[in-house]
């Protein structure tokens, strides 16, 4: 067992055993080498938690099931589960005092074959930008300087190609929505897709339609995506969500200048904010 998972377990017990926390979110052991989100409500049960390279699911988003907790809620949080906190706290939908963040540094997770994740190569922040208590020591941030590459080359394409190109991606997606369930930045309470009004999004799975919403979808957590590639992840037909999130990540840098979402509790969505300065070319 690493110590790491040790720590984790141990930390856990004396948090439950003082009634620190009343419960917490963290990986358990599943099938193969799935790793499921797990409730530990009991110091009893604290051995179920494991910490290895497969623990691969972003938590934060798990706060949403239970945003007026009795008691804190202890949860274990990587680089991009404590940035995904953080713009849950700052959209409001989750109080920072109902939560205590148990920091693990992460040297990056793997699928089930073994091989390193995609937005775990592309991870800007290893080491929890925000937490409460941190296990064992920081590792070293890589960053990624070619994270844009893709995005670079896809802007050289004419609107034809490019209009081709996202065509043929939208033309796949089943509208199943687990890119927007599973993802932090996509916690309106109700989801336009979801709504019945006339007009409004269409409920037809058809290229048109899946286009309207993936575009949507990007432009609505366009400043508030932290980056952790769930979506990509998650999404059954493997459409390539990041290269849009990223393309949109890229433009606000260049407008409004360097931002990561979730990385500084105190520093507001550049979409989020009105300063005099800002670009207004299309006014
Ligand atoms: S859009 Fe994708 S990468 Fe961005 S926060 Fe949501 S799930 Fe994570
Ligand atoms: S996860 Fe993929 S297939 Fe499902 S709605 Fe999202 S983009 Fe479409």
């Known amino acids: 067992m690493s110590q790491m998972q040790e720590e984790l377990r141990q930390k856990a017990k004396e948090l439950l055993e003082k009634g620190e926390v009343r419960y917490i979110i963290g990986w358990g052991k599943g099938r193969f080498h799935h790793r499921p989100p797990i409730f530990i409500y009991q110091a009893e049960d604290v051995d179920k938690l494991v910490w290895d390279e497969y623990c691969v699911a972003n938590l934060g988003k798990y706060l949403l099931d239970d945003k007026f907790p009795e008691g804190k809620i202890g949860i274990c949080v990587r680089g991009c589960d404590s940035r995904a906190v953080v713009r849950l706290v700052q959209d409001k939908q989750v109080k920072r005092e109902d939560v205590c963040l148990i920091g693990l540094p992460c040297t990056g997770k793997v699928d089930q074959e073994g091989r390193e994740l995609v937005k775990c190569r592309d991870c800007m922040h290893r080491n929890p930008p925000v937490y409460d208590i941190v296990l064992g020591e920081p590792v070293e941030e890589k960053g990624n300087p070619d994270r844009f590459k893709r ?48 007009g409004w999004q269409g409920k037809q799975k058809n290229c048109m339609q899946n286009q309207i919403f993936g575009l949507t979808r990007a432009y609505h957590i366009a400043d508030r995506c932290i980056e952790c590639g769930e979506c990509e992840r998650v999404c059954p037909v493997g459409l390539p969500l990041m290269e849009l999130n990223r393309k949109l990540i890229k433009d606000l840098n260049s407008l409004f200048g360097p931002y990561e979402a979730g990385v500084n509790p105190d520093v507001k969505p550049p979409l989020g904010e009105y300063r005099l300065e800002d670009p207004e070319e299309y006014m």
């Open 151 to 198: 995005v670079e080359e896809l802007e050289k394409l004419s609107s034809d190609e490019k209009y081709e190109y996202w065509s043929n991606v939208f033309d796949k997606c089943i509208r199943c929505y687990a890119c927007r369930n599973v993802c932090p930045a996509c916690n309106c309470r109700e989801c336009f897709v979801d709504q019945y009004r006339v």
